[in-house]
């Protein structure tokens, strides 16, 4: 069974930063899309960041771009995303996920992904 599990959320000022990890087991990360997605209260779900590492395409939503960078450590089976220059908009509910197929796009949707996470607070105070 594959389990994702989130850790790096909290609380920080606005312009700080916090990297969050995504640690997995049941396979490795290293040729699925892996994804991220935020919630904030009142409004639907929605992606955030996400990467491809079959074919290392990389996908960011407009207002995190320069800002939020995805990465990964195949010996840890883990992948990070570091968030810089934090805005109070960003302020949500944060899931990873992944998908089944090691294909070479990068999805956008929720029911495009199969496994997700438990999700992490990350607040960011103005």
């Known amino acids: 069974q594959v389990q994702l599990v989130e850790s790096g959320g909290g609380l920080v000022q606005t312009g700080g930063s916090l990297r969050l990890s995504c640690s997995a087991s049941?396979?490795?990360?290293?040729?699925?899309?892996m994804g991220w997605f935020r919630q904030a209260p009142g409004k639907e779900r929605e992606f955030v960041a996400g990467?491809?590492?079959?074919?290392?395409?990389?996908d960011y939503l407009d207002s995190v771009k320069g800002r939020f960078a995805m990465s990964r450590d195949n010996r840890k089976n883990t992948d990070y995303l570091t968030m810089n220059d934090l805005k109070p908009e960003d302020t949500a509910l944060y899931y990873c996920a992944t998908n089944s197929v090691p294909n070479t796009i990068v999805p956008t949707t929720t029911w495009e992904y199969e496994y997700w996470g438990q999700g992490i607070q990350v607040t960011v105070s103005s």
């Open positions: 049941g396979r490795t990360l290293n040729k699925y899309t």
């Open positions: 990467v491809n590492w079959n074919s290392g395409k990389k």
